[in-house]
């Protein structure tokens, strides 16, 4: 008899704990759809939001070891260090535009004059050219090299931005920055609570590994944007080409967008060559650009990323177009990063997984 109820009691137990079991899984089945679902909602409705919150993560990665640093060595609260740090990051940024502007100014004001000119030989050579090879383009009149200009710089920077300007995201980007920076410590460790006590060892070095990824991508950047930009200057300079310090420095600066930023510059140059006195220039530009993207290729960024994976090209552009067509010039802007970071997630936890099968 005594056995009969512990027997029972044990099976009223185990039913117990799995009706607790059932209900929890239900609980978490349905926080996570819940989860899943206002993502989705924030990724359709609220891109400008996300894209500036994004950023402004990564600014905050970037932001927080200088500012331990600084704390650390004058003994600051962290208010007052932020303060400080964002006084500085903003002279930085202010300074390096400054300086680019005074030492550009006069190929920007020569560039501005002569546009006109410019875009009107473009039309007669875009004319002569369809006349030439009337299968081209039936209707070589129609054709308007100033409105396919417009058009194009309007699909390019329309997108993520609409209500809202891009300086006052970047603003908000800045600020999500250094609250970040500010609160890191603190946010690591809500986010690493937030895993299964089992898990928060893994999820607690995934996530230094991701910040030390980003921060290394970013200083693997710089140093190439700053190289090939130089480079970039010299040769065109070399071969005579016109406005070549502010290609060399449009180079620079929009190398943070691989593949595309260079194809811009080279489109760009190309065309303002094309419409110079000595257009047949143009094949001389060319070549500094070829060579100068095969140093990038082959020597600059092999010793830059020493001892970093490399983002596989064609993998990296599919994103790079999945993440503009939603965010826009920006979305474009932070895809490296973040490609960066699932890349590592990739290998960390699906590619040793499968290894181990």
Do not use: C
Not at 87 to 107: D, F, H, N, P, R
Not at 134 to 147: D, I, M, R, Y
Not at 207 to 223: E, G, H, K, P, Y
């Amino acid at each position: 008899m005594a056995r009969a109820s512990s027997r029972d009691a044990a099976r009223e137990s185990a039913q117990a704990r799995d009706g607790r079991r059932s209900r929890e899984s239900i609980r978490y089945a349905l926080t996570l759809a819940s989860l899943i679902a206002a993502a989705i909602v924030a990724l359709l409705y609220l891109k400008i939001i996300v894209i500036s919150a994004a950023i402004g993560i990564g600014v905050g990665v970037l932001l927080a070891p200088p500012l331990r640093r600084f704390q650390a060595h004058f003994s600051l609260p962290r208010a007052v260090g932020a303060l400080v740090v964002a006084l500085i990051s903003i002279g930085v940024v202010a300074g390096v535009a400054y300086g680019i502007y005074a030492i550009t100014e006069t190929q920007v004001a020569s560039l501005s004059e002569r546009m006109p000119q410019i875009v009107g030989k473009l039309q007669a050579l875009a004319n002569g050219l369809l006349d030439r090879y009337p299968w081209l383009n039936s209707g070589a009149q129609s054709f308007n090299v100033a409105e396919a200009a417009r058009s194009v710089g309007g699909r390019v920077f329309r997108g993520a931005w609409s209500g809202i300007s891009v300086l006052g995201a970047l603003v908000f980007a800045f600020i999500v920055g250094l609250y970040t920076a500010v609160e890191a410590e603190t946010y690591f460790r809500g986010l690493v609570d937030a895993f299964p006590r089992s898990k928060r060892l893994q999820a607690s070095q995934f996530l230094v590994d991701a910040a030390t990824t980003i921060r290394n991508w970013f200083q693997a950047q710089l140093i190439d944007m700053a190289i090939i930009g130089a480079l970039t200057a010299i040769g065109l300079w070399i071969v005579g080409a016109d406005y070549w310090l502010l290609f060399g420095i449009l180079t620079g600066l929009l190398g943070i967008i691989p593949y595309a930023g260079i194809a811009i510059v080279v489109v760009f140059a190309v065309l303002v060559t094309l419409a110079s006195d000595d257009p047949h220039r143009v094949y001389w530009v060319a070549a500094v650009f070829i060579v100068t993207q095969q140093l990038e290729g082959h020597v600059i960024l092999p010793l830059v990323m020493r001892g970093q994976a490399s983002l596989p090209a064609v993998p990296l552009l599919v994103f790079m177009l999945v993440i503009g067509s939603w965010g826009g010039l920006l979305g474009v802007l932070m895809a490296p990063p973040l490609f960066a970071v699932l890349l590592l997630a990739w290998r960390r936890f699906w590619v040793k997984r499968m290894d181990a099968v």
